[in-house]
Structures are given as C-alpha cells and as structure tokens.
C-alpha cells in the first residue's frame, strides 16, 4: 500500500546519501509507517463519513414518501416509502460496519430507535385512508418529523462532528509525525554537504505541498465551505485522497441542499398552521360568544378569564367588568366555590361534573356543569362553567316523583307477585305499601269465603285485635267491603255514613274518621276488598281513588293466580305421585335430547340414579349400534314433524349401566310447547319375559330332544349290545395279537356310542336328584383323586385354595361331581392340546406345567367354586355359544358338545348359576356359585 508515496521518499533519499543509506531507510520507514497509518485512519474516517452522510440523505429521503402521501393521498408513495424502507436498512448495516466508539454505537442505537418509530408512525398514516386535511395524520407527521425525524439526523450530524473531530486529531497526529520526519532530516542535513541539502528540501518539497494543499482544503471542508474542490495531479494516494474529500463535499452539499429545502418546506407549512391556528382561535370566540346559555372560565383563584354575553347579561354587568373577578362574588348570598372546583383544584376528580343551585335574584334554578381544563401533566389550569336553566324542568321533575311515589306501589305490588305465589305475604305487602303511600293509619283485606255468602279477614294493620276478632266474618252484603264488592267500584264514607248499624259502634270505638273500600277484581269477578281507615277527616282526590283501583285490579289477580297455582300445585302432585309410584320406566327428553324426568322404575331398569342421568343425552341409554339411527329419526321429527313409533308402542333394546343389554317395550307420545317439544317415553322391562320365552322354547327343544332320543335309543343300543358281544367271543377265542388289537379297538368304540347314547338319554329324561347336605371341599377333593395320578403324568397339577369349614350345600353329589369332572376334563384337554403346540415350536414356554386351580370360599349366602386352568383358552366368537347343547370347540369325535350344556342345567337345578371367564392363549376360568344350606 502506498507504493508510490514510498517510492518518491526513498529515491529522494537513496540517490544522494549512499553512504546514509541503511540510516535513512530505518528512520524513514519507521516514520512513514507512521504517516501511513494516519493517512489510513484518514482514509477510514472519511469513508465513515460518506456512509454516515449517505444514511443522513436517506433518512431525509425517507420522511418525504409520507409526507407527500398526507399531502396528496396517493397511494403510491406508500411502495415509494417501501423502497427507501429498504435502502435505509441497507444504510444501517453499513454504517453498524463502521461504527466504533461507543458514542458512535449509541448514536446508531437512537437513530435506528427513531427509525422503528417512524416506521410505526407511517404505518399509522398510511392507514388512513383518507389523510388530506386529517388532523390525526398531521399530528402523527409533525410527531414523525420533530419528535424522530429531526433528531434522528440531528444525532448523525453529532456523528459527522465525531468524524471530523477525530479527523482533525490524526490530521495532528500526521503533522507531528511530519514534524519529528523534519527535525531528523535537518539534523541529518546539517551533517552533510549543501548540495544534499538542497536536494532533500526539493523533493520534500514537492511532497509536502501535495500534503499542504489536501490539509488545507480537508481544513476548509471541516469549516463548513462545502465548496472547496480539491486539485492534486500527482499521481499516488495523496491524490486518491483528494478525490474521495471531494466526493464527501460533493455528498455533504447535496445532504444540505436537501435539508435546507425540507427546513424551508417545514417553515411554510408551520406559517399555515399558524395562520390555521389564528382562525380557528376567531372562530371559537365567536362561538364561544355565541352560546345562548350562559357560560364562563376561571383559575386556580376562581377569578374569571372570559365570559360570554348571555353570562354577562345574567349577571347584570359587562364582559369587560368580570374580567379578573372572582366569580362567586358575583352571585349575590354566595361565600364560597363549587364544591367541584375544589375537589379540581386538589386534583380530587377527572371527569366532568353537575351541581345545581338556586340564584336568589330571580328565584330560577340552574344546573352547572364543569369542564376542567388541565395541562400535559395532569395539572390543574382552568374550569369551564356552564349554566342551565332548569327552573322548569325541575317543577316537572316534583310532579313525576309525587307520581312515581303513587305509581311505585302498582311495582312493587307486581314484583312482590312475581317472586313469590304465597298467597299472606302478597296481601300483607300489598296492605302495608298502600297504606304507607297514602300515609293511612289502619287497613285490612277481606276476601270472600267459598259460600260466596260471607267474608273473612286474610289481613289487616292498625287494628286491635278485639276489634278484629268482632268484625273478622261478616255477610257479603254487610260494612264498607260488603258494598264495594256489590257495587264493584271504590266506595269512600264517613263513620256517620257506615251502612252497617251492628258494626258501626266498632268503627267509632277504634277512632277512625274516614273510610275507604275497592273490591279485589280480577277478569270481571270479585274474590273481596281492600278497606282503608283513618283517624282523620280526609278527602280521597280522583287519582288516589284511580290508584286504589288499580291496586284493588292487582290484589284481584294475585288471589286468583294463587288459587290456580294451588290447583296447578295439587295437580302436579298427583301427577308426579303417579310418576314415582309406576311400575314402568316414565323419561321424558326435551328437543335437545336431554334427560328432564327420570322415575325409580327407570332407575331400576337401566341402573343409573336420578341424579346421574338428569340433564345427559338420552343416547346414554341407547346400544351403540342403535344410535347413528336413533339420532336420525329425532332430527328427523324435530325438522318434519314425522316419526315412526310416536304414539306407537314398539319393543326395542336399551343399554344398562354395567353395559348389558335389556330387551323393553316402549310407548312414546310427544308435547310440543312453543317452539320446543318434549318426549315421554313409557318404558316396560322384557327383560324377564324374554328369558322366560326363551326358556319355553328351549324346553320345548329338549323335549322334542327327549321324545327323539328316547325312540332311537333303544333301536341303537340293542345292535350295540349284539355287536359287542359277539366281539368279545371273537376276541375271547382269537389268538392273532393283530386281531386282537382290532377286536379291542372295536370294543372301546362301542362303549364310547353306549356312554353317548347314555348321556343323552340322562340329558334328555332329567332324572329326580337325590338331594343330601354335601361338603364341596370334600365332593372335589374326591373327584380330583380319580383323576390326579394319571394328570401328574401328563405334567398337569392341582393348586388347591379350598376355604376351611364351609357351610354345607343341598345338592346331588353325583351329579355335581359330574359337573366338577367335567371342568376338569375339558381343562385337561385344553392343557394337553397347549402341550403338543409347544413341543411342536408353535408356542414357546420352556419349563411349563399345566396347572388346574380350584378355589372355594363363601361370598354372602353362596359358596363360590372357581376352576382355572392355564390351556389355550377359547376363541371369542365361540364364547357366547360354550353352553349351548351339541356346541363343542374340540376336534371331531372327541366331544359330544354336551358337557357344559348339562353342566349348566345341573349347577342351575341347585339354585346355582356357572359363568366363564376367558382369556385367548392364557387360560379359562368357571366360577359356580351354590346356595347354602338352609339350617332346616
């Protein structure tokens, strides 16, 4: 770098001082390494500043889209503004470059701060779609402007003044290293001939006047001549340098030019703010003048600033004469401020505030509103006052309130029948207000007895007891009630007037003057009265009496409406007795499919509580695969009106609790209220009905079974018990080990189509059961040991886990061990066949052993028989069909299918029931469970 400045040096040198050589060239790369690192900082500094003032012009360029957008409304200088969005971005990671003290860092960190801002700012501008003439627009510029535009540039001139700052402290630096380069040069002439001398002073000459001439004009440039042009030829970097301070001037002057024309831009639009602000001052003097009501403004010291003409008018005194008095001075009888003023001036209240007053001059009241006036930090400054004549107003306000006060009764008369059908305390409310609001002493409801020939007090105030015991039944026609329920209209009479001569000494002794009475009329009949008295002489006006009408109106249906909830009451009664106590389910649905009733027989049926269905769909209760259609044909009636079983009676499956399925027979019917429906089911249980159908069927099977067996039986053992015979002379007299052999095997099948047939005949005939106590640890330990040597060898054992001391059971031992026998066989088999796969590689359990588990304990009033095995278990499909007659899961010919079908029977003749419980690969287990022996 910098060859060509070095090469000048050292030839001017290096040609007269040979002998200097060495010394020369040492001091002077040392000092012009020196020089070169300035001039480096120098070039450095000045491409900083050719950034900085790129990113300047752009930031400027930047705020002149948005303006322009107010001024105009295109929106085209939205995408403008994109574009120089952009460009500045690019500007920031340029200047971040070479950004390198931390004032520096600070100033780009505000800078880009200001720029988010503006950014956000013109978001808001460009949202407005209209923003000529608006004054948020022109407040988010002047905002966007003087609060981050400005400052923003402000801030990058800070970073030129940097710039320049630390340019002029190097541009030192390099004149002192020059400096010390002249002081070794003199000392280092002045030891050497003239002529070398003058040869050195030439050539650094010619070098240092390039530098001059670039110091002065960098000098001049940092004065602010942005004019200053730069003319070096000397062909190395020096010139280089001229170049580049020329095109920073050049970009500097174009940086201001464009600044000085948006300053002069931003002059003209304050001038026309100014001139906007003037008129608008004019324009609200002349409103403020012209507000009919009078109005004014005062300080902190309640002294008036301005008022307008109808204040001053008020008044009584000239605008110019309120001026600077204080204000409450001017109302005669007046000492002090609004209480709103003072809580203002404390800072007590933000929001605008009423208050009335009366002004004793012309007997007029006014309503005052208040307006604080505050300044940017909250603090108080002025408060506006506005008068109201509301003089008028407020008469009519008194008569409403004396209206209201006689009306309110009507209400709450109302509210007191909506919130509660009690029939005494509708009465007794409606007494106590009446009297209240018409400010009578005593009172008292008669209604009329269900003879329809007398009456009775249901209530009363302000009597004495004596009295009303005296005068608590009286005939229709009798007293001020009996009249106004006669004449059906209010009747107003003074004692001496009473048309009742037995009750009038009553009414004199309880002291009451005057006496009114409305009948209690509801839809043209009468159920009594309301009688009013009082102690004094009192004229009843036209809208008391309409009042006591109306209240009398009111009073009439409460009684009636009360009589027919407690009709509705009694009927509800019945009805929800008559739901309870049904043997049938009784659920109701409403339109959504909700549960809304639920009866104990419901509960019994589906075995969910009242409490644990209310309120849930009714597909709750529905078999899965039934639902996808039962919710089609309800949205189909609700949107069609049409239904298949609606006033049907169809046999149907419900869902239970605990997931089984019962078989029930429902009659639905449906009531449409509005707008909603609600469905009621009767649900019948055919739960026991078909188990008994089932069961006749199957009885009847097995009798037809039995007439069948019994036919044959006797056809085929007889050719069986030939057959056999003579086999056994064959094989009595054969001496053929072969034949023999065959002779044996003839043999065993015989007897296995006799134990066959056999087995039906026991199946099909029942025979009667020898009925004894039976121990069943013993009957199954008896029936193990038949068994258990030959199991041992097929590498089977038993696991016993019988409970000690059981009671006894009633049953036929023979018949139970068969029962007992064949679980132990059929698990045998399963084991053996679980055997064979494993030796055979189809299953892997090394070290396995067949294990039959047989466990007894007593569970309530039963004994509990469990048998498990750990076979290969039975296929799920088939589970539902294992004690089924002729069912069997075995190969062909090594089982009947009969085994656990008699075994089912058997258990059930005790009073028993046999259930299995299976799991594929792992085993089966049958649970028996047995009644106990009754002590007889």
Request: hydrophobic share 40%.
């Amino acid at each position: 770098m910098h060859l060509k400045i070095r090469t000048k040096l050292i030839l001017s040198f290096f040609t007269p001082i040979i002998p200097l050589v060495a010394i020369v060239i040492i001091v002077s790369v040392y000092i012009l390494n020196n020089l070169y690192n300035e001039v480096q900082s120098l070039n450095t500094i000045t491409r900083e500043g050719m950034k900085v003032a790129d990113l300047r012009l752009s930031l400027d360029r930047g705020l002149m889209p948005v303006n322009d957008y107010i001024i105009t409304g295109a929106r085209k200088y939205a995408d403008d503004f994109k574009g120089i969005s952009k460009e500045i971005e690019e500007r920031f990671k340029e200047v971040e470059d070479v950004a390198r003290t931390s004032e520096e860092m600070e100033i780009l960190k505000d800078v880009k701060n200001s720029w988010q801002n503006i950014n956000k700012i013109s978001i808001k501008i460009y949202a407005i779609p209209d923003p000529v003439g608006n004054k948020d627009a022109a407040r988010l510029m002047e905002e966007m402007d003087y609060k981050w535009g400005y400052p923003a540039i402000e801030r990058l001139k800070r970073w030129r003044e940097i710039d320049l700052e630390e340019y002029k402290s190097v541009l030192e630096k390099h004149n002192m290293a020059w400096m010390r380069l002249w002081t070794i040069i003199i000392i280092v002439s002045l030891s050497f001939p003239i002529l070398c001398l003058l040869y050195i002073l030439y050539y650094s000459r010619q070098f240092l006047k390039s530098i001059d001439v670039l110091k002065n004009g960098a000098k001049t440039i940092a004065d602010g001549n942005l004019n200053e042009h730069i003319d070096l030829h000397t062909g190395d970097e020096i010139e280089e340098l001229s170049v580049l301070f020329n095109s920073m001037a050049d970009n500097l002057k174009v940086s201001y030019t464009s600044l000085e024309d948006r300053v002069r831009e931003r002059t003209r639009e304050l001038k026309e703010a100014s001139e906007a602000i003037l008129r608008a001052k004019n324009e609200y003097e002349a409103t403020f003048d012209g507000i009919s009501d009078p109005l004014f403004v005062h300080d902190r010291d309640f002294k008036i600033v301005r008022a307008n003409r109808a204040y001053a008018m008020a008044a009584g005194m000239d605008i110019k004469e309120l001026a600077g008095k204080v204000y409450y001075e001017v109302f005669p009888k007046m000492k002090s401020p609004f209480k709103m003023c003072l809580k203002a001036r404390e800072l007590q209240e933000e929001e605008e505030e009423e208050e009335e007053f009366s002004y004793p001059v012309t007997n007029r009241i006014f309503k005052i509103r208040f307006y604080p006036i505050k300044d940017v930090n909250g603090g108080y400054l002025y408060s506006i006052h506005i008068l109201e004549d509301i003089t008028e107003a407020k008469r009519a306000a008194d008569m409403l309130q004396r209206a209201y006060r006689r009306l309110s009764i009507l209400y709450n008369i109302d509210r007191s029948l909506s919130q509660s059908l009690g029939l005494d305390d509708i009465l007794k409310d409606g007494l106590s207000m009446t009297l209240k609001t018409l400010e009578i002493e005593g009172g008292a409801i008669t209604l009329i007895d269900d003879d329809g020939k007398t009456m009775t007090i249901r209530t009363h105030i302000g009597l004495s007891e004596e009295f009303v015991n005296t005068v608590r039944h009286i005939n229709i026609d009798e007293g001020i009630s009996g009249r106004a329920v006669t004449e059906k209209k209010p009747v107003i009479l003074n004692v001496s007037e009473y048309p009742t001569e037995r009750l009038a000494p009553f009414i004199k002794k309880e002291g009451f003057q005057t006496l009114v009475s409305t009948p209690l009329i509801s839809a043209g009949r009468v159920f009594g009265a309301l009688t009013l008295a009082t102690h004094k002489i009192k004229a009843f006006p036209p809208e008391e009496t309409e009042l006591l009408t109306s209240i009398g109106i009111q009073l009439g249906s409460a009684v009636q409406n009360a009589s027919l909830y407690q009709s509705l009451k009694i009927s509800e009664e019945r009805y929800r007795g008559l739901i309870e106590t049904s043997a049938d389910a009784i659920v109701s649905v409403n339109d959504s499919r909700e549960i809304i009733q639920w009866n104990d027989s419901a509960s019994r049926i589906f075995g969910y509580t009242k409490d644990e269905i209310m309120g849930k769909p009714i597909d709750t209760i529905v078999p899965e695969e039934y639902q996808n259609r039962h919710i089609e044909g309800f949205k189909r009636y609700i949107k069609t009106g049409e239904g298949k079983i609606i006033g049907k009676t169809a046999e149907l499956k419900g869902l239970r609790k605990d997931g089984f399925i019962v078989h029930v027979e429902l009659s639905l019917s449906v009531l449409r209220a509005g707008e909603s429906y609600i469905f009621t089911g009767i649900i019948r249980d055919l739960t026991e009905r078909k188990r008994a159908e089932q069961e006749s069927i199957q009885q009847q099977k097995l009798a037809t079974m039995g007439h069948l067996v019994s036919g044959i039986a006797h056809e085929i053992k007889n050719p069986l018990s030939i057959i056999s015979g003579y086999i056994q002379m064959l094989n009595k007299d054969e001496q053929d080990t072969e034949k023999k052999k065959i002779y044996k095997t003839v043999l065993q099948q015989v007897d296995r189509s006799v134990k066959i047939i056999d087995n039906l005949l026991g199946f099909a005939r029942r025979r009667e059961y020898e009925i004894k106590d039976i121990s069943i640890n013993n009957l199954i330990e008896s029936t193990i040991r038949l068994v258990e040597y030959e199991m041992k060898l097929e590498n089977i054992i038993f696991v016993r886990d019988f409970e000690k001391d059981l009671p006894l059971v009633k049953g036929d031992a023979d018949q139970l061990a068969q029962v007992f026998l064949n679980l132990i066989n059929n698990a045998r088999d399963s084991m053996n066949e679980k055997q064979k796969r494993i030796k055979s590689g189809e299953l892997k359990a090394e070290g396995w052993k067949g294990k039959i588990g047989i466990t007894t304990k007593k569970t309530d009033n039963k004994i509990e028989i469990v048998f498990a095995d750990t076979g290969l278990g039975i296929l799920e499909d088939k589970v539902a069909n294992m004690f089924k007659p002729f069912f069997t899961t075995k190969a062909e010919g090594k089982g009947t299918g009969l085994g656990l079908s008699i075994a089912k029977d058997i258990i059930e003749k005790h009073g028993g029931k046999i259930e299995l419980e299976n799991k594929v690969g792992e085993g089966v287990k049958f649970i028996i469970r047995l009644p106990i022996s009754s002590p007889s």
